[in-house]
């Protein structure tokens, strides 16, 4: 059974092969299998697949030639729009994999001591998720939003995407963000699906994002296994 806070399957899969392009894994070009051969490999129906496809082209990054095939079409320097154009994680053993999260808890509370200023509110919504990419569990994230941002939150309501709920729900965007990046210790909350102890090291980061306004309107921190997972920033 499909997650209720699940993007549309199409959709994942659309967003899976733009990380594949951003990541170089398919190149400017580059013929895509058959699409029934391509949509058995996923496991999905040709008309999802042909769905995912569609939105790529809308996006400029295929063509689509009539008794040809697909083709990527990805230059240096051109912009992509992508609901995970933001996230850094990728899988180590190789792909960029798909990222979905997985809710653990959702509170409001005073905002931590250690943050750094993020909006007006004294109170953030704290929302703490398991990340997976292709399935793999790969980090613990625990991400604060000024409580200024929303009036109320529940699991069941928040998007995999929380930047794409934050848009069509909230009415804002992350617009920019500064990452910090570096080792940290597995906090005690983290779900056994990581398979690390807590305390245990792994990589760290710390971002604070800014909203189209220029505010600062959330503060996160994902602690990744760094056997599963790498942080990836690419300069082109």
């Not at 993020?118 to 703490?128: K, L």
Request: net charge positive; charged share 25%; aromatic share 8%.
């Amino acid at each position: 059974m499909t997650a209720p806070n699940a993007l549309p399957l199409y959709v994942q899969v659309s967003e899976m092969l733009i990380r594949e392009v951003l990541a170089g894994r398919l190149l400017d070009g580059e013929r895509l299998p058959p699409e029934r051969e391509m949509a058995a490999d996923l496991g999905i129906a040709v008309g999802t697949l042909r769905k995912a496809l569609a939105a790529l082209a809308a996006k400029g990054l295929l063509e689509r030639v009539h008794g040809s095939g697909n083709y990527v079409r990805h230059r240096p320097g051109q912009g992509v729009d992508s609901l995970y154009s933001l996230f850094r994680l990728e899988l180590r053993a190789g792909g960029a994999g798909l990222p979905t999260a997985e809710v653990l808890s959702v509170a409001r509370l005073p905002k931590p001591a250690e943050a750094p200023g993020f909006g007006p509110s004294a109170e953030a919504w704290r929302i703490r998720r398991l990340r997976r990419l292709s399935g793999t569990p790969a980090a613990a994230e625990e991400i604060w939003l000024d409580a200024a941002r929303a009036s109320r939150l529940t699991p069941g309501e928040l998007s995999e995407s929380l930047y794409h709920h934050y848009r069509s729900r909230l009415g804002f965007w992350v617009a920019r963000a500064e990452d910090r990046v570096g080792v940290g210790a597995l906090p005690d909350w983290a779900p056994p699906a990581l398979d690390l102890a807590p305390g245990a090291p792994c990589g760290l980061v710390e971002r604070l994002a800014w909203a189209q306004d220029g505010s600062p309107c959330e503060w996160s921190q994902t602690w990744f296994d760094p056997v599963r997972a790498v942080y990836v920033q690419r300069h082109r």
